[in-house]
């Protein structure tokens, strides 16, 4: 099933796969790999007991979402412990390391959905034209509810930092 529409690329209508995630329902499930510390898995139980703030990006290797993987890791810095945060992309774990890496980005841990895209169908991100992730930007309370969402229209725009960071900071 798609939503065609759903989102712009440069002004170009797209089609999003899955359901779209709306505020109150429960964040579905997910199994994305992270190369931090060695390869390892990351799912929806590894974020209960905390708010989580999920960023979801199209690639690490564009300026935007670079932009918007600083713009997070230096506005939530402040929160530390408290939270979890996490950046999505179809990037190679590896990749997204060496980003993370070179980039000081030390607040956000990192998620790849490069193995079965079951976050992007699950979470109505996948761009079925592109096989890329949309951008949007998620906030859960420390049951894994979701309290904040917002899928970007047009994907080569930036999203809402302070509606996120806001929606966060009143779970934290």
């Given at each position: 099933?798609?939503?065609?529409?759903?989102?712009?690329?440069?002004?170009?209508p797209?089609?999003?796969?899955?359901?779209?995630?709306?505020?109150?329902?429960?964040?579905?499930?997910?199994?994305?790999?992270?190369?931090?510390?060695?390869?390892?898995?990351v799912?929806?139980?590894?974020?209960?007991?905390?708010?989580?703030?999920?960023?979801?990006?199209?690639?690490?290797?564009?300026?935007?979402?670079?932009v918007?993987t600083?713009t997070?890791?230096?506005?939530?810095?402040?929160?530390?412990?408290?939270?979890?945060?996490l950046?999505?992309?179809?990037?190679?774990?590896?990749?997204?390391?060496?980003?993370?890496?070179?980039?000081?980005?030390?607040?956000?841990?990192?998620?790849s959905?490069?193995?079965?895209?079951?976050?992007?169908?699950?979470?109505?991100?996948l761009?079925?034209?592109?096989?890329?992730?949309?951008?949007?930007?998620?906030?859960?309370d420390?049951?894994?509810?979701?309290?904040?969402?917002?899928?970007?229209?047009?994907?080569?725009?930036?999203?809402?930092?302070?509606?996120?960071?806001?929606?966060?900071?009143?779970?934290?």
């Amino acid at each position: 099933m798609g939503r065609h529409g759903a989102v712009t690329f440069q002004g170009n209508p797209l089609t999003l796969v899955g359901e779209e995630v709306k505020v109150g329902s429960p964040a579905p499930d997910f199994d994305l790999v992270s190369f931090e510390g060695g390869m390892h898995h990351v799912r929806k139980a590894d974020l209960l007991g905390k708010p989580t703030i999920i960023s979801v990006v199209p690639s690490l290797d564009t300026p935007v979402c670079q932009v918007q993987t600083k713009t997070f890791n230096s506005r939530l810095g402040g929160m530390g412990d408290t939270i979890n945060a996490l950046t999505v992309s179809l990037d190679l774990p590896f990749a997204m390391n060496r980003f993370c890496g070179a980039e000081s980005i030390t607040n956000l841990k990192t998620g790849s959905d490069y193995m079965d895209r079951s976050f992007g169908t699950a979470w109505g991100l996948l761009i079925d034209e592109l096989k890329i992730l949309a951008r949007a930007v998620f906030v859960l309370d420390s049951e894994g509810v979701v309290r904040h969402a917002q899928v970007v229209k047009e994907v080569a725009e930036e999203p809402d930092y302070d509606a996120a960071v806001t929606a966060l900071e009143k779970l934290a």
